[in-house]
C-alpha cells in the first residue's frame, strides 16, 4: 500500500477523509509506503504557503514516518525516467513520481485522485 501525499497528511492529522475500511486496510498490510517525493511536495507547498505543518517539512516527515511505521519508497534512476514515459494523463509531477512507483512496486495507492486509476492502478480512499 502506497500513500499519496494527501493520504499521508490525512493519517497524520486524524482527518476524516481515509474511510474506515481504509484505516483498517492500512493497520493489516504488512508495509506501509510513502514515497520520498511526497517529501519535496510537503516542502514545496510549505514554503508556498499552501500548507503549514508544526514543524519543518523534513522534521514532520520523520516524525510521521517513525509514528505510522512507514516505509520510503527512494527514487531510483529508472523510477524517475519512468515515471516520464507515462501517458499525460497526470500533469503533476509529484503524482506521476507516485503513479510510476505503484506500477514498479504493484501496489494499491491510498488517495482520492480518479486520475491513478486510468493508469491501471489500484487505488482506495
Known sequence: M???TC???WLATGAE???A???QRLDEVPVVYVSAISGFELGLKCRAG????PMPPLEWMRKVIEHHDLSVLELSLDLCVRATELPPIHK????RFIIASAVEHELTVVTADPRFV???VATIC
Not at 499552501?50 to 505543518?53: A, E, G, M, P, S
Not at 503533476?92 to 503524482?95: A, E, L, Q, S, V
Open 118 to 120: 486510468e493508469y491501471g
Open 17 to 19: 477523509r481515509l474511510s
Open 7 to 9: 493520504a499521508l497528511l
Open 21 to 23: 475500511a481504509t484505516r
Open 2 to 4: 502506497l500513500l499519496d
Open 92 to 95: 503533476d509531477p509529484c503524482d
Open 50 to 53: 499552501k500548507l503549514t505543518l
